[in-house]
């Protein structure tokens, strides 16, 4: 089945140092999109790649970085990780951006724990 | 800015009973509106989406521009029913560089069925 996978699904670091998670799609969608969910809260943007085009949402911490190497990959880079940062990091498709309806393919997901 | 509130955090009903989640949202422009929704140990998938004005699993929603609201409702819930629900708002054309297609999500209502 077509879908959108994340690895891994629990990840657990130490405070400042890196960590990479990482999205993959097997849907061929142009758009690949990374929320960040803190417990008992909404899903919050954090940025989204459109091809090969980064867009980044203007509240997004600078120690959140992203890559897309190719159509479906995509890796949320935590250079150096506070314990602010744990959470549950989403990843999401999409064919397009701009289409009315547009509906986003959500991944099941990585929980980040910080000690 | 886009806003999306849900103002239940969780909701609980009987089988057979009618079922309404509520939503309101804020932004200036013309929104698209979905629900998304998020079962036991699953993913976060969409349920519905206003543009195309259709009943899935016997939900229904209707946007209202006028009291800015798109509540969710079901005549007769079921137990299957039980989840998490958010409700989100696109933005299909921003101004000031906002994202195109960004989904702003409420903090999600969880409904519980009981048998």
């Known amino acids: 089945d077509a879908m959108v996978i994340q690895n891994p699904r629990y990840q657990v670091t130490q405070f400042g140092k890196p960590v990479t998670l990482s999205c993959s799609q097997t849907l061929n969608h142009n758009v690949m999109y990374w929320y960040q969910q803190k417990s008992s809260q909404a899903p919050k943007l954090l940025f989204h790649?459109?091809?090969?085009?980064?867009?980044n949402e203007a509240d997004t911490p600078d120690n959140f970085q992203s890559r897309r190497p190719n159509t479906s990959f995509c890796f949320l880079d935590i250079r150096s990780p506070g314990l602010g940062d744990a959470a549950m990091y989403l990843c999401?498709?999409?064919?397009?951006?701009?289409?009315?309806?547009?509906?986003?393919?959500f991944g099941p997901g990585t929980r980040l724990t910080v000690l | 800015a886009q806003r999306v509130t849900q103002p239940e955090k969780l909701l609980s009903v009987f089988k057979g009973a009618p079922v309404e989640l509520k939503c309101n949202y804020s932004?200036?422009?013309?929104?698209?509106l979905f629900w998304y929704v998020q079962y036991s140990r699953q993913r976060l998938q969409l349920l519905l989406r206003h543009i195309s004005r259709e009943s899935i699993k016997g939900f229904t929603a209707d946007l209202n521009k006028g009291e800015t609201s798109f509540h969710l409702k079901k005549p007769f819930a079921q137990e299957e029913d039980s989840a998490m629900y958010y409700c989100?708002?696109?933005?299909?054309?921003?101004?000031?560089?906002?994202?195109?297609?960004?989904?702003?999500f409420g903090q999600g209502t969880i409904l519980t069925v009981h048998p």
């Open positions: 999401a498709t999409s064919i397009t951006r701009d289409r009315v309806g547009n509906e986003q393919f």
């Open positions: 790649y459109y091809d090969k085009d980064f867009n």
């Open positions: 989100a708002l696109s933005a299909l054309k921003g101004a000031g560089g906002t994202s195109y297609g960004k989904l702003t």
């Open positions: 932004y200036s422009g013309s929104p698209e």
